[in-house]
């Protein structure tokens, strides 16, 4: 989280940022999503919530953490690295109203920021969106088409797109949203390496008898 606020600030290619950027890479497991912890010497199986739907151990907030940081570095953005975990991430294809444009509130301090593995425990199509952008998945993927065509459903007739927790940043929330829908491009090199499953938190397991 501090390196995704020294690259949004301008230091992400400074010396001392590119070693953390360094740390942040060794981290990763080797299915390209980023772990919840170690203990024990052992990989920490993440809470259903914070599932990523093809990884074992990898976690969905620790992996949006380092994917918004990798999104905001120039050179870094579009790497494999950054690819595979966005890939990952969008494999959840979870999408509820209520909950776009729940981190640009709290960017611009209308919201609470809390919480250290719950952090990012709501799914914001909105913020999946930007980091699409940013790292370069296209429309060329179905789950990024249909992310875009149900944000596109709830534009008001105005044009913007209403928060309802906090009404005055519906136009922050509209402006991300616009900027977004703007530089997604319809075809790019992007290639997606995970199937369409749907996804269950908690799956229910089969009784044996």
């Given at each position: 989280m501090p390196l995704r606020g020294l690259a949004a600030a301008g230091y992400a290619t400074d010396p001392r940022a590119e070693q953390a950027y360094e740390?942040?890479?060794?981290?990763?497991?080797?299915?390209?999503?980023?772990?919840?912890g170690v203990k024990g010497g052992k990989h920490v199986f993440p809470a259903g919530y914070r599932r990523l739907a093809h990884s074992r151990y990898g976690c969905r907030t620790n992996t949006s953490l380092a994917l918004s940081a990798l999104a905001l570095h120039p050179?870094?953005?579009?790497?494999?690295?950054?690819?595979?975990?966005?890939?990952l991430l969008l494999a959840q294809e979870t999408t509820q109203a209520s909950n776009i444009g729940y981190e640009?509130?709290?960017?611009?301090?209308?919201?609470?920021?809390?919480?250290f593995f719950t952090y990012f425990a709501r799914y914001d199509v909105a913020f999946i969106l930007d980091l699409c952008w940013r790292i370069g998945a296209s429309l060329e993927d179905g789950r990024v088409a249909d992310f875009v065509r149900f944000v596109q459903g709830l534009q008001g007739p105005y044009g913007l797109w209403d928060y309802a927790p906090h009404p005055h940043v519906s136009r922050w929330v509209s402006f991300d949203l616009l900027r977004s829908l703007s530089r997604i491009d319809e075809e790019t090199d992007w290639v997606s390496l995970e199937p369409r499953t749907p996804f269950q938190p908690y799956p229910k397991h089969a009784r044996r008898y």
């Open positions: 740390w942040l890479l060794d981290r990763r497991l080797p299915d390209g999503a980023w772990p919840s050179g870094r953005r579009a790497s494999p690295a950054a690819r595979r975990g966005l890939d640009v509130a709290r960017t611009i301090g209308a919201g609470r920021s809390r919480g």
